[in-house]
């Protein structure tokens, strides 16, 4: 019973391998070298089952040449033990590396172990050391069997190497699909050669069936799918998603598409090669895969077109994938040491449900969309080839002193400006980088050598090339002797050259002194001319503030003649004394301190706390000072925080001001706990006896600030003014 279930259950494996065998034939392994390492493995396998079954037939069997007979299949068998181990290193190799150059120059060191083996095998016949047959033609392992074991063994170390190394640079879902779906082998295989050494159940051939099985079912037949280039699906797939996932939207979410196409991925093929426009498009499908993190299914939909399907709860979500993918190609950009640059047209479109729409018209939205984009960027493109046709024709009219570089390279790019460098004291081989440094150093004025350096830089140079844009120029002064200076242009034609694949620079100076003249002249005068308005703008707002303050002290003297004539008298004396001392603040219309400001508060609301008594409760929190403002921009925020909030209540309330400093501004916080209004315009207009905008405009104007107000029906209203600091504004 043990045996014919043994002998089945070979067979079995035998008969699975050779099917899988054929159908990996059938899908033309001859043009793929993985696809023939993967045959040699499942060769070597179901050889091992068969001298595995031959062993389990011949053992004690008696007929001639028997024991010899044996002893063959059972070299063959140990033989065979490391040689599936063999094709396995060689074919997860392959598949993680995709290098058959590296392979080929590593085959030699990866088969030590199983020549090592074969020679044991070999020779253990004459000598017993891996087996033995006796005179009943009866097997007992060698005293050295442990060493087939061993050189078995030594391929999982050196896979789980190649594993190590490679997982460092795994970067997709594909990518780790794959890593994961390789280890399953060699595991499943020590399994069953773990319980056949020391159990004795004859379980290493089914280990290796149950490992080849899973990759063959998720790894080999992957290529019915997925692209081979990129990792991504392929349209067939595609097709097959998109029509069970429009049928099963969940409720709570919608369904979106996504479709980009690399521009210009034809030149990079035609211009740098075609290993570069794969990696290209390895790179965009890396991008995308890392944004969704297998969220969204990606699919190849054409040479250069990528489709992304995914879920989203609200519209603003695929606006921040988009961004993502802007944002991601940018860096990738920056890391490129390359002068091209990768984009993406990207169109995009959301499923309206099955009454509505179709898979196809629902994909056919985001294509149309992508395909108007590309249309206006080569529009775009073809207007600066055309401007830059023209500004060629006219060059000879308006410039002199023409000089190329090469950028690439960051060196002169013919003898002319090589000479040009040793006339201003440099070699000629200088790099260019650091002769731009020269020359804005020697012959530059100081506030326009950085951007002359950003404009010109060899960096800068690529970045603007890459972006499709061939021509930059930069507007500076420069000087012959030192001394005068005068108004240059320098403009820039930037080209790719064939000969040596370099991108150049042609340089035209042209010498703009005349037209900087007539150009700043009104300017100037503009100039001069708004900053008199601004100056008059905030004087009329300023006196329409001034008497408010004024009348409305003279009023709270006034209320307090009738209901206390003694301390409408002391209010007289510190008005009048208030206003000797600080008549020329009120007058004036630069900003003041806010020390200057809190005394126009503290005198205001010392007549207010006179007339009302205990109602108003005033508390300060001064945390900062030492900063200015505009004259009277605090107090009337105070007024009406007292005026139209705290008396408008029968109990009173609390006034609170506060400073603080911030990074980047100075606030001041006025709240009280009075009745508070609900927070719209209009009602804030009513509120503000001596005007908020007026206020607010001259916080803008005077100092570049702004401010906020919030208020609740019931519980009071806040007030900040927000200050910037000094450099903020500089």
């Not at 009943?136 to 999982?156: A, D, H, I, K």
């Not at 100039?527 to 408010?548: F, G, V």
């Amino acid at each position: 019973m043990e045996s014919t279930f043994y002998l089945g259950m070979n067979f079995i494996g035998m008969m699975v391998l050779c099917i899988v065998y054929f159908h990996v034939n059938s899908l033309l392994a001859d043009r793929f070298t993985d696809q023939k390492l993967f045959r040699n493995l499942l060769l070597m396998v179901i050889l091992f089952f068969l001298f595995d079954t031959s062993m389990y037939l011949l053992d004690g069997k008696q007929f001639p040449f028997a024991r010899e007979v044996y002893s063959l299949c059972t070299s063959l068998y140990y033989i065979f033990c490391t040689m599936p181990c063999l094709c396995w290193l060689l074919y997860s190799d392959y598949k993680l590396n995709n290098n058959k150059k590296s392979l080929m120059k590593w085959m030699p060191v990866y088969s030590i172990p199983a020549v090592l083996n074969g020679f044991l095998a070999i020779t253990s016949p004459a000598t017993g050391w891996s087996y033995m047959i006796d005179e009943q033609n009866r097997y007992s392992r060698g005293p050295y069997v442990w060493m087939t074991w061993l050189f078995s063994f030594s391929y999982v170390a050196i896979i789980y190497v190649v594993w190590q190394k490679k997982n460092k640079d795994i970067n997709t879902n594909a990518a780790r699909e794959l890593h994961n779906y390789l280890i399953l082998f060699p595991l499943s295989s020590i399994i069953g050669a773990i319980l056949q050494m020391f159990f004795g159940i004859a379980l290493i051939g089914v280990g290796m069936l149950v490992g080849i099985l899973i990759v063959f079912i998720n790894v080999q037949n992957r290529r019915l799918y997925v692209d081979e280039l990129t990792g991504a699906f392929n349209r067939r797939y595609l097709e097959v998603y998109l029509e069970s996932a429009v049928k099963s939207v969940p409720k709570e979410r919608q369904l979106f598409a996504l479709v980009t196409d690399i521009v210009d991925l034809k030149g990079i093929n035609d211009t740098r090669g075609r290993n570069i426009g794969d990696y290209v498009l390895m790179e965009v499908y890396r991008l995308l895969d890392e944004i969704f993190q297998g969220s969204g299914t990606i699919a190849r939909f054409g040479g250069d077109e990528f489709v992304v399907l995914d879920y989203y709860h609200q519209s603003s979500e695929i606006d921040d994938k988009i961004k993502k993918i802007e944002n991601k190609l940018n860096d990738v950009n920056e890391n490129h040491k390359a002068f091209y640059e990768i984009k993406l047209n990207i169109g995009r479109s959301v499923y309206l449900g099955e009454e509505r729409d179709t898979s196809d018209e629902f994909l056919k939205r985001a294509d149309d969309e992508m395909y108007y984009i590309k249309h206006q960027r080569q529009e775009d493109l073809r207007r600066v080839e055309e401007y830059q046709r023209l500004l060629t024709e006219v060059t000879q009219g308006m410039y002199e002193n023409i000089y190329e570089l090469d950028i690439t390279h960051n060196c002169a790019g013919d003898k002319s400006t090589q000479e040009y460098f040793e006339s201003i004291g440099i070699p000629g081989t200088t790099p260019f980088n650091q002769a731009l440094k020269h020359i804005a150093k020697k012959q530059i004025k100081e506030e326009y050598q950085q951007g002359y350096l950003d404009t010109f830089s060899p960096r800068n140079v690529l970045r603007v090339f890459r972006e499709g844009t061939d021509s930059i120029s930069y507007d500076f002064m420069i000087t012959r002797d030192g001394a005068n200076y005068y108004w240059l242009r320098i403009t820039a034609r930037i080209f790719f050259w064939e000969h040596d694949h370099s991108v150049r620079m042609l340089t035209y100076r042209q010498n703009i002194e005349e037209e900087k003249r007539r150009e700043l002249e009104p300017l100037e005068r503009a100039k001069k001319l708004e900053e008199e308005l601004a100056q008059n703008r905030i004087a009329i707002m300023l006196s329409q503030i001034q008497p408010h303050f004024l009348y409305n002290s003279l009023v709270v003297i006034k209320q307090l003649c009738d209901i206390d004539p003694k301390e409408a008298k002391e209010a007289i004396t510190e008005f009048s004394s208030y206003l000797r001392g600080n008549l020329d603040a009120l007058t004036r219309s630069a900003p003041i301190s806010f020390e200057q400001e809190m005394e126009h508060v503290e005198t205001y609301l010392a007549l207010e706390k006179k007339r009302f008594g205990e109602k108003i409760h005033i508390e300060y929190d001064i945390k900062a000072k030492g900063f200015f403002l505009p004259v009277l921009s605090l107090q009337p925020i105070v007024e009406n925080a007292v005026r139209y909030g705290i008396t408008k209540t029968e109990e009173g309330g609390t006034l609170t001001i506060a400073s603080r400093e911030e990074e980047h501004a100075y606030l001041i916080i006025v709240s009280d706990s009075g009745m508070g209004v609900e927070p719209t315009p209009t009602q804030f207009d009513k509120r503000s006896h001596v005007g908020m905008e007026n206020v607010r405009n001259r916080l803008q104007s005077m100092c570049g600030g702004n401010l906020y107000i919030n208020s609740v029906a019931g519980e009071g209203t806040k007030v900040t003014i927000e200050i910037p600091k000094e450099e903020e504004n500089a």
